[in-house]
């Protein structure tokens, strides 16, 4: 992945491909004739050659993050070591909080026909969070091999109903993985899905030189143990950046009540051709609805609706110093909190005994 030119900008550029404690691992740009020759006079330097980057202080200064994936611009590089010095962020074209990643193109959604089954609920959840980035969605489907073709074509109608063509691939056997590779090139694209689907065991297969740990599918819960640890990109052979991401079951419903149908395509769809009465149309119990109806997946959408209200209520209480509630974390709860009614400010405490003499003091001094 090459931006600006070096001949052009006079700059060295590169991409982060991962960030480790206070350093960032550089990919630098091919556009450099100077490195090309370096690394032609001497076969151990890497090429296109990698740095470990330390941020300029003044980035720090000014709240500068350096993401993965972003571009940034390179000073004083030192090749015999390895190292460098970011002195500048480029515009990011793209920006991801979870994971944090900058630049991304697509996501890249890998889930498994079976072990772990597939389940619709889960699936349309990682969807709609991959809508809601409004980033192009590509599906993989997994362990095809496991299932036969009849099924194949049901779970595929299945899907087209929802507005998805999937690519059935087996990691195992191999099958179709070069297609599903050819959606990758000379993008950068992040990885995602829950664990034990082959996430790895493909990052494994179109890039050699990734060696990703894999883990096995977990017998009592019929789930993946999660392997990933952190964000990393990692090069295509025929070009482009893949990022692994680390995996999570249940994407958060973070996005506003209002527009989640718009990440559900078959919704799109109803929308293209007509409108609801009212602009602020929540699609539930709303007289001439255009949305409301029988397709597969409203349910998913009512709970989905009722989760991203649950959350915008919470942002407001917690942005509401007059709220009557606040956020409690349980002792026992392995981190896990919740929201209980908060008692009037100051109405129970006790006065210090500083303010006691403070008020007494005064008191003396207006009898005086």
Partial sequence: MTGENFAVTG????????????????????????????????????????????RRTRLKKIGQQVMVGDRVVVEEPD???????????LPRQSELDRPAIANVNQILLVFAVADPPLEPYQLSRFLIKAESTGLDVLLCLNKSDLISEQEQQQVSDRLLGWGYQPIFISVKDGINTDQAGR????????????????????????????????????????????????????????????????????????????????????????LAVASC???????????ECAVRGDWERYEHYLEFLDAAIAHQTQLHQQADPESNMKLKSKSKGKGQSQYEPKLESKKYRRISRKTQLQDLQELYRDEE
Avoid at 277 to 287: G, I, N, Q, T, W
Wanted: charged share 25%.
């Fill in 277 to 287: 009465r009212f602009s602020d149309c929540l699609h539930r119990d709303e007289p």
């Fill in 79 to 89: 090749w015999a070591g390895g190292r460098g010095a970011i002195a500048d962020v």
């Fill in 183 to 270: 959606y990758l090139s000379n993008k950068i694209t992040v990885i995602a899905g829950p664990s034990g689907v082959g996430k790895s065991s493909l990052i494994n297969t179109l890039i050699d030189s990734a060696k990703l740990r894999v883990g096995e599918v977990s017998g009592k819960l019929a789930r993946g143990r999660h392997t990933t640890r952190h964000i990393e990109l990692f090069e295509l052979p025929s070009g482009g950046l893949l990022a692994d991401t680390p995996g999570f079951n249940q994407p958060d419903m973070d996005c506003i009540p209002e527009e989640l149908i718009y990440y559900f395509p078959e919704a799109r769809e109803r």
């Fill in 11 to 54: 700059q060295l550029l590169g991409t982060v491909l991962a960030v480790q404690a206070n350093f960032y691992r550089v990919q630098l740009d091919q556009e450099d004739g100077e490195m090309r020759e370096m690394g032609e006079q001497d076969p151990h330097l890497p090429y296109p050659p990698l740095l470990l980057c330390t």
